[in-house]
């Protein structure tokens, strides 16, 4: 199953079974009502309860505020709630761990925490839906061990990389192949890491037909919410450009302070919080840049951000270790939003723009080529404007209530 291509016909159907009961399980989910975290996971469990008993197992964090929701949200953790909050939020489990080390300590109660959450919920004969491999996933697995419940484990990137390191490839991806029933992976290219990390490597070999299905099904947008009431037409200078995402080396927000540098008529926005912040604010001073750092945006804010934008760029980085982006969710907002995408040629992105069509692909890490084209975007105002059209037009097939109808089928 991929969702990558365009349903003749309406929306995919979501099995019709209230009776049936779905558990996701997952590291990360909004806090609040504008809190972006884990938001694609939320709105994917929205559209899912009125067809499923939906309940959600999330790290606590003191300002959750779930009441809200038309479903339970089990927060584990509570007590040991700095611990587990300062890992599953912020800036990400891999960058939380990396700047704060000490955290390293509150992995066994974390995973611990999570495992005596799913095992109160008495998971036996539901289907559990666990997001990110490590950890949700491999704490599933292990529940699971015995295949009492239906377990489907979504792959988003960080995760698929974590496994192929030494200690965890020996020790959680056993457990993770052999609790699990079904995997979704958020792009072809993750589904290939994703096959390579858990089957071929595999001993004994996994035969072709024992191993468990990889479906692709990206995470869902609400398109209609990011669309456009009026057509975008060609603004005055400067040109507008947005960074969106989380300040850390993987997004590449670095390499577009780069390429800008010595842009005339070029204003750039960056929204996002995070650790390199400090230095891309010192970059900008002291180059003179053009440069606006909002924060963290989220709800209308974000949507104003995108409609005022002439370009948004993702810049995401292969680092040196080989971890590279599975598929940004922002890149279908900016689509949706009708923005002309600069993107670098990473993960699962060049499965979506194609080059000169519905956005724009450059080599990643390839300073000299995303400066190039953001002059050529500057200097072809109509082409950038027939970009962004197209890119409406194809964000509608990742709209969330086709996402839902795909994750549907597959938990049916």
Same mark, same amino acid.
């Given at each position: 199953?991929?969702?990558? %291509?365009?349903?003749?016909?309406?929306?995919?159907?979501?099995?019709?079974?209230?009776?049936?009961?779905?558990?996701?399980?997952?590291?990360?989910?909004?806090?609040?009502?504008?809190?972006?975290?884990?938001?694609?996971?939320?709105?994917?469990?929205?559209?899912?309860?009125?067809?499923? #008993?939906?309940?959600?197992?999330?790290?606590?964090?003191?300002? =959750?505020?779930?009441?809200?929701?038309?479903?339970?949200?089990?927060?584990?953790?509570? %007590?040991?709630?700095?611990?587990?909050?300062?890992?599953?939020?912020?800036?990400?489990?891999?960058?939380?761990? &990396?700047?704060?080390?000490?955290?390293?300590?509150?992995?066994? &109660?974390?995973? %611990?925490?999570?495992?005596?959450?799913?095992?109160?919920?008495?998971? !036996? &004969?539901?289907?559990?839906?666990?997001?990110?491999?490590?950890?949700?996933?491999?704490?599933?697995?292990?529940?699971?061990?015995?295949?009492?419940?239906?377990?489907?484990?979504?792959?988003?990137?960080?995760?698929?990389?974590?496994?192929? @390191?030494?200690?965890?490839?020996?020790?959680? @991806?056993?457990?993770?192949?052999?609790? @699990?029933?079904?995997?979704? *992976?958020?792009?072809?290219?993750?589904?290939?890491?994703?096959?390579?990390?858990?089957?071929?490597?595999? %001993?004994?070999?996994?035969?072709?037909?024992?191993?468990?299905?990889?479906?692709?099904?990206?995470?869902?947008?609400?398109?209609?919410?990011?669309?456009?009431?009026?057509?975008?037409?060609?603004?005055?200078?400067?040109? #507008?450009?947005?960074?969106?995402?989380?300040?850390?080396?993987?997004?590449?927000?670095?390499?577009?302070?780069?390429?800008?540098?010595?842009?005339?008529?070029?204003?750039?926005?960056?929204?996002?919080?995070?650790?390199?912040?400090?230095?891309?604010?010192?970059?900008?001073?002291?180059?003179?840049?053009?440069?606006?750092?909002?924060?963290?945006?989220?709800?209308?804010?974000?949507?104003?951000?995108?409609? !005022?934008?002439?370009?948004?760029?993702?810049?995401?980085?292969?680092?040196?270790?080989?971890?590279?982006?599975?598929?940004?969710?922002?890149?279908?907002?900016?689509?949706?939003?009708?923005?002309?995408?600069?993107?670098?040629?990473?993960?699962?992105?060049?499965?979506?723009?194609?080059?000169?069509?519905?956005?724009?692909?450059?080599?990643?890490?390839?300073?000299? =080529?995303?400066?190039?084209?953001?002059? &050529?975007? #500057?200097?072809?105002?109509?082409?950038?404007?027939?970009?962004?059209? #197209? *890119?409406?037009?194809?964000?509608?097939?990742?709209?969330?209530?086709?996402? *839902?109808?795909?994750?549907? *089928?597959?938990?049916?």
């Amino acid at each position: 199953m991929e969702i990558f %291509k365009r349903p003749r016909t309406g929306p995919h159907t979501v099995p019709h079974a209230v009776t049936s009961r779905l558990i996701f399980v997952t590291s990360s989910f909004p806090r609040h009502r504008d809190d972006p975290a884990g938001r694609f996971i939320c709105d994917l469990a929205l559209h899912l309860s009125d067809h499923f #008993q939906v309940e959600v197992i999330a790290p606590h964090h003191p300002e =959750a505020e779930d009441g809200d929701l038309p479903f339970p949200v089990v927060r584990f953790g509570r %007590k040991h709630s700095g611990g587990c909050s300062g890992i599953a939020y912020g800036w990400g489990i891999m960058e939380n761990l &990396k700047r704060r080390p000490g955290l390293i300590a509150c992995i066994p &109660k974390f995973l %611990k925490s999570m495992e005596y959450a799913l095992a109160g919920m008495n998971p !036996e &004969k539901a289907v559990v839906c666990s997001h990110w491999l490590l950890p949700s996933g491999y704490v599933t697995a292990r529940l699971n061990s015995r295949g009492t419940f239906h377990h489907v484990a979504v792959a988003h990137g960080s995760d698929v990389h974590l496994l192929r @390191t030494p200690l965890v490839r020996q020790t959680a @991806t056993p457990a993770i192949r052999s609790g @699990t029933q079904h995997f979704v *992976a958020v792009s072809r290219d993750l589904k290939s890491r994703l096959s390579d990390v858990l089957f071929s490597r595999s %001993k004994p070999t996994i035969p072709p037909g024992a191993q468990p299905s990889v479906d692709v099904v990206p995470m869902g947008i609400d398109s209609e919410r990011f669309r456009r009431s009026n057509p975008r037409t060609v603004g005055n200078d400067p040109l #507008q450009v947005v960074f969106m995402g989380r300040l850390i080396p993987i997004k590449g927000a670095c390499l577009l302070m780069e390429a800008i540098k010595g842009l005339s008529g070029v204003e750039i926005h960056v929204a996002g919080d995070g650790p390199l912040r400090g230095r891309l604010e010192r970059i900008a001073a002291g180059n003179r840049l053009n440069a606006c750092f909002h924060g963290r945006v989220t709800g209308t804010a974000k949507i104003r951000l995108l409609h !005022e934008s002439d370009i948004v760029v993702i810049p995401s980085r292969r680092t040196r270790t080989g971890r590279s982006e599975g598929l940004p969710v922002i890149l279908m907002e900016a689509m949706a939003a009708g923005c002309a995408v600069t993107a670098s040629d990473t993960g699962g992105m060049p499965e979506i723009i194609r080059n000169g069509h519905n956005g724009f692909l450059f080599p990643a890490g390839n300073v000299p =080529a995303l400066r190039e084209t953001l002059v &050529k975007l #500057q200097e072809n105002p109509l082409l950038r404007l027939a970009a962004g059209r #197209q *890119a409406a037009l194809d964000a509608r097939r990742f709209d969330i209530r086709f996402v *839902a109808g795909a994750f549907g *089928a597959i938990f049916r």
